[in-house]
């Protein structure tokens, strides 16, 4: 599976947009890009995946740049509850084993 | 909404001891997964498991560890006789098929003293 490179810590005020970057210049033409956070010690929760389209859900949007080599998840409007590690993971199909790097620790601010 | 649940939420054991979690996965999932994460570390993936079979394991997974599926709906990972560094929290998680989305459990704290 592709590598990725995601920023180690990052700062949003409440109420704002939280745009996570993420690259993975050497994702392959198969390969989807998940992404999941992680809320203190709890249970990765999965946010959104896409292949090569913007995708969104209730919970963000995912824009996918047009060579694939980087995306950005986006928090519309981040609350406190917001606060997290999230992952940005590359991989053929979900039933493979997932590769959680360190990820982005996510800190909203009041 | 379905959810992966796991128990015990802690267990603390003695080293050298066998210890037992357990998981529900999601009722009509059929790929079921185990990964854990030390204190401050990533999360790692131990083992894949899929019609009574495993279908993937990493390094960690060795001979001290097992997965079965006793009955219908739960799915338990063993280690047989364990290790201060097994000390981490073990997470269950499913999907319903291969290329369906893996939905995680709460995880279980293991302590190993």
């Known amino acids: 599976d592709a590598k990725t490179t995601q920023p180690p810590s990052m700062d949003c005020a409440e109420g704002r947009a939280a745009n996570l970057p993420c690259n993975h210049s050497?994702?392959?033409?198969?390969?989807?890009v998940y992404w999941y956070r992680q809320i203190h010690s709890q249970g990765p929760q999965y946010i959104i995946h896409g292949l090569k389209n913007n995708e969104t859900n209730e919970m963000a949007s995912l824009i996918i740049t047009e060579d694939r080599k980087s995306s950005t998840l986006i928090l519309p409007h981040a609350t406190l509850r917001d606060t997290a590690v999230y992952y940005c993971i590359v991989g053929a199909k979900a039933g493979n084993m997932l590769t959680f790097g360190g990820g982005t620790r996510l800190m909203v601010k009041p | 909404e379905p959810e992966v649940t796991q128990t015990p939420s802690h267990q603390v054991t003695q080293m050298g001891q066998e210890v037992i979690l357990r998981c529900v996965p999601i009722?009509?999932?059929?790929?079921f997964y185990w990964y854990r994460q030390i204190l401050g570390q990533k999360v790692e993936f131990l083992v894949s498991?899929?019609?009574?079979?495993?279908?993937?394991k990493s390094e960690i997974f060795d001979d001290q560890f097992s997965v079965e599926r006793p009955d219908g709906s739960n799915f338990t990972l063993k280690i047989r006789s364990t290790k201060l560094e097994d000390s981490a929290m073990y997470f269950c998680a499913s999907s319903l098929t291969s290329q369906e989305t893996q939905y995680f459990g709460p995880g279980t704290r293991l302590l190993v003293l």
């Open positions: 050497t994702i392959s033409g198969n390969e989807y």
């Open positions: 498991f899929y019609n009574n079979e495993i279908s993937e």
């Open positions: 009722s009509n999932h059929l790929y």
